[in-house]
């Protein structure tokens, strides 16, 4: 089996797609850069990404699926896993191939599993807007830092740009070594060095003079929220997954 | 002034607390003036108490002092608690702050009656009025209809706020009339049916000029407390789909007694809640909105009480069997729906992956049917032959069988759908 190595990108993906349907080989197994171990016995294509090859891909695929595909596509691209870009890929294959409507195909496996890789992603993103906790930072800005299971940051700017539109935010996804800042005009990508020891929740120092009163507050509107006679850790840690713990100003000591 | 405002926060926000309405969806308000937050159409919890209920408002009282002396209420008149109440900058003032911070979707402001009605949601108008048009606030806010306030000023709260609700608090008039003699089902239907009315002519109005502002985008909704009176469930679920037709109420909800007082009427203090009961009675009015079943299907005369070890859509099921087994790759929708282990979104994708060919086993198991508990009620390309029928006790038995584990052995509190 022909090995198809891309760089990661989405548009090295959707070119990897191009390249099969130039060359219809067959099975092929696709893997990125990183993953790529050569050894002497299997030919493997070098798959360089071009715009022009991407974008007529990416076109082919617009015109045969409706938009919550195109998102489910998208979605489960940044999910940046191996299996979901082969799964985005054979997904692609079989699109092309067969009649349209074929996205409804349930039953195969691809498709199925673009679907559900798609709603994980989702289940994130809904997770970073419930569970982001800003805190206002010295210099007048509401900060948070986060480090997401998948790269969700595309997919929760323009929730936060809406909501927060009269406030300076800054989202930092600090595995990926990457944020969005928004300044009240736009939202830019933006790198950042930290002096700080926690990048997740600054320590007091960095923050402004109220803010330490609203996590008080906070954490005692949480506490009396809460109705003891109907305790229920098992629901509670269901909803709140302990990884998410750290994020949470209600949960810190 | 510090310590002020964290006692006063804690004082009201406890009393708030036995309002279990959460729910931050439909509302639909847009940032268009560049002020503070957006609707979120779906709604989002931002945290999730001890309990396990979702967090999604700050839900509070304006004040628990109250003039009523409702019997099922920690703010009645007779009851010795500390008392307080808020500013209206106060409240304006947390919310935008938690707002800001992401820890909430808005506010969800109630209040114990002090004066009189009017009195009461004068100052409650006062907050909303304050946050929507000095802050620019688009968060959401749900408020709580005064009974027996104008229709003045129910109207003017209500261009504000994206939903209103007023609570049943006991399912039957005899309910309430034994725990809060001064009160009545009619003082509920009557600004419900106002608001109603409301909602209806500003859409209609809304239709011709676009300038029209909304009114409650997100409807209403109202509460009963379950336990505290005798009433059966089919009671209950009967007022409930009353409620749900007459007044186009966005949510019923059910919230188990707490005990919270000595009084002889009701269930002593350290009853436990009956959360598995109401859970039942989530279940089943789900079954209601979503799976298209009648209310008298699932509690009639002859069945008032819902099953408690297992779940309303297989107990409905095992009373008739008659309209199983349901072939899985012909059957319409409306029929998949009603089978135990099939959710909507399995029924959804399953009428549209058979138009590809018929559906096996484990296509439907990957699809997402809990396919132990549907086995009983369906047929697809590869089930197999079944010797004899079984009769519904068995059926019952072997999926308590399997489900033990999952459904029994804790304690059900925990809000399992189908
Ligand atoms: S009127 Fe409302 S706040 Fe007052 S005692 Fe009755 S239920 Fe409680």
């Known amino acids: ?253 | 002034m510090s310590e002020r405002i964290r006692e006063k926060l804690n004082i009201l926000a406890d009393a708030a607390k036995y309002d279990v309405s959460c729910s931050s969806s439909g509302g639909t308000r847009k940032n268009d003036n560049k002020g503070l937050g957006d609707s979120h159409a779906s709604g989002i919890c931002h945290t999730y108490t001890e309990d396990g209920r979702c967090v999604s408002l700050l839900k509070i009282l304006l004040t628990n002092h109250c003039i009523f002396d409702c019997a099922y209420c920690v703010s009645r008149k007779s009851n010795d608690i500390e008392r307080a109440a808020f500013t209206v900058e106060e409240v304006v003032e947390l919310t935008m702050n938690f707002y800001r911070r992401n820890y909430i979707e808005g506010l969800f402001l109630s209040s114990g009656i002090f004066k009189n009605a009017d009195f009461t949601m004068e100052r409650l108008l006062r907050v909303v009025k304050k946050l929507r048009l000095e802050e620019r606030f688009n968060g959401y806010i749900h408020l709580k209809t005064i009974p027996g306030a104008s229709d003045e000023l129910i109207r003017e709260a209500g261009m504000y706020a994206d939903r209103m609700s007023i609570n049943l608090e006991m399912p039957t008039e005899s309910g309430l009339k034994l725990l809060a003699p001064d009160k009545s089902h009619q003082d509920v239907i009557k600004p419900l049916g106002f608001v109603q009315n409301q909602i209806v002519q500003f859409k209609e109005e809304r239709k011709l000029i676009r300038s029209v502002p909304k009114f409650v985008p997100a409807g209403q909704s109202t509460q009963m407390v379950i336990g505290a009176t005798p009433e059966t469930d089919k009671d209950i679920m009967h007022t409930a789909d009353a409620f749900y037709r007459n007044f186009s109420l966005k949510r019923v909800y059910y919230s188990g007694y707490i005990p919270i007082s000595n009084d002889s009427r009701m269930p002593i203090l350290g009853t436990q809640p009956p959360l598995i009961r109401e859970n039942r009675l989530y279940q089943t009015d789900w079954l209601m909105r979503f799976y298209g079943f009648h209310v008298n299907e699932l509690l009639n005369d002859a069945n008032p009480h819902l099953d408690i070890d297992i779940d309303p859509k297989l107990s409905w099921a095992l009373r008739n069997l008659q309209h199983f087994p349901v072939d899985i790759n012909v059957a319409a929708y409306k029929v998949i729906l009603r089978v135990p282990g099939i959710g909507v979104g399995s029924a959804k994708k399953i009428v549209q992956a058979r138009k590809f060919g018929r559906l096996r086993i484990d296509q439907l198991q990957k699809i997402g049917v809990a396919y132990n508990r549907a086995k009983h009620f369906i047929k697809c390309a590869d089930s197999p032959y079944q010797l004899k029928d079984y009769q519904s006790t068995q059926i019952k038995s072997f999926i308590l069988a399997e489900s033990q584990s999952k459904y029994i052995k804790h304690d059900t509190s925990q809000l399992i759908l189908f």
């Open chain 1, 1 to 253: 089996m022909q090995i198809y190595v891309f760089d990661g990108s989405l548009e090295g993906l959707l070119c990897a797609v191009f390249e099969w349907f130039e060359r219809k080989p067959g099975q092929i197994q696709l893997v990125t850069k990183n993953d790529f171990q050569p050894d002497a016995f299997t030919a493997h294509l070098d798959i360089l990404p071009e715009a022009g090859k991407a974008d007529r891909v990416w076109k082919g695929l617009q015109s045969r699926l409706p938009k919550g595909w195109m998102r489910r596509f998208y979605c489960t691209y940044l999910s940046e896993s191996p299996e979901a870009y082969t799964a985005l890929f054979e997904f692609t294959c079989y699109i092309f191939s067969a009649e349209p409507g074929a996205e409804n195909n349930y039953g195969n496996p691809h498709v199925l599993a673009v679907s559900k890789t798609a709603i994980k992603v989702e289940r994130e993103k809904h997770r970073m807007e419930a569970f982001i906790r800003f805190q206002h930072t010295a210099d007048g800005i509401f900060y948070c830092g986060i480090d997401p299971d998948f790269n969700v940051l595309p997919l929760i700017m323009s929730h936060f740009k809406n909501r927060y539109a009269d406030q300076q935010w800054i989202i930092y996804d600090i595995n990926r070594k990457y944020g969005l800042y928004y300044n009240l005009e736009k939202v830019e990508e933006i790198k950042m060095d930290f002096n700080e020891p926690n990048m997740l929740r600054p320590s007091s120092g960095s923050l402004s003079d109220k803010e330490e009163l609203y996590t008080v507050l906070w954490k005692d509107y949480f506490k009396s929220a809460n109705i003891v006679a109907r305790k229920n850790t098992k629901l509670h840690v269901q909803h709140v997954p302990k990884r998410y713990w750290k994020y949470l100003t209600e949960k810190q000591q």
